[in-house]
Antibody, heavy 116, light 113 residues
Framework: QVQLVQSGAEVKKPGASVKVSCKAS????????IAWVRQAPGQGLEWMGW????????DYEQKFQGRVTMTIDTSASTAYMELRSLRSDDTAVYYC?????????WGQGTLVTVSS | DIVMTQSPDSLALSLGARATINCKSS????????????LGWYQQKPGQPPKLLIY???TRESGVPDRFSGSGSGTDFTLTISSLQAEDVAIYYC?????????FGQGTKVEIK
């Protein structure tokens, strides 16, 4: 069955970076893109960007441009999302999702807490 | 960016009642060459990731109970739960995937009265 398994919770200080991984299984990894979505505590869903697992092309939400990098390791069927210069308002659960136009499978989420 | 606006923000209904959630996009998300509306509905329960319920505005995802249905076209869409069950307590989000950023509505919280 299709599964996306994300790395564990992180606690970071303001100004630091975090890199979240998302390991896919149960389907041909390169046939779909991976989207990243975050959810601040008690808030809604925010699309951060997308990466093609086929060729590594990316499309980032403008507000994250310059601070986010999404990458793919096809040999490990794993996607990564790195967010730099963390601020307290980056505290959120970060999700990866298989992008088949709608997002039909989601990872379990990774809580990133930014606190001094 | 396409703005997605849901209404109401929350609703509380009795078990077995009909629940209706509306979603409006700031521009049409009907793609003329495919005649498809690029609209999905998701259900999110506390502590869980979102789950896709409906895509192409009205196609039910495999395994989703048939009490969930989607309708609408262009800019106005509706998610209907025909007979509300206790396990349907959740927040529901619409999302457009017509163009990036693939924006979500603000969510509608559904509770049992």
């Amino acid at each position: 069955q299709v599964q996306l398994v994300q790395s564990g919770a992180e606690v970071k200080k303001p100004g630091a970076s975090v890199k979240v991984s998302c390991k896919a299984s149960g389907y041909t990894f390169t046939n779909y893109g991976i989207a990243w979505v975050r959810q601040a505590p008690g808030q809604g869903l925010e699309w951060m960007g997308w990466i093609s697992a086929y060729n590594g092309n990316t499309d980032y939400e403008q507000k994250f441009q310059g601070r986010v990098t999404m990458t793919i390791d096809t040999s490990a069927s794993t996607a990564y999302m790195e967010l730099r210069s963390l601020r307290s308002d980056d505290t959120a659960v970060y999700y990866c999702a298989r992008d088949s136009a709608p997002f039909d499978r989601w990872g379990q989420g990774t809580l990133v807490t930014v606190s001094s | 960016d396409i703005v997605m606006t849901q209404s109401p923000d929350s609703l509380a209904l009795s078990l077995g009642a009909r629940a209706t959630i509306n979603c409006k996009s700031s521009q049409s998300i009907l793609y003329s060459s495919t005649n498809k509306n690029y609209l999905g509905w998701y259900q999110q329960k506390p502590g869980q990731p979102p789950k896709l319920l409906i895509y192409w505005a009205s196609t039910r995802e495999s395994g989703v109970p048939d009490r969930f249905s989607g309708s609408g076209s262009g800019t106005d869409f509706t998610l209907t739960i025909s007979s509300l069950q206790a396990e349907d307590v959740a927040i529901y989000y619409c999302q457009q995937y017509y163009s990036t950023p693939k924006t979500f509505g603000q969510g509608t919280k559904v509770e049992i009265k």
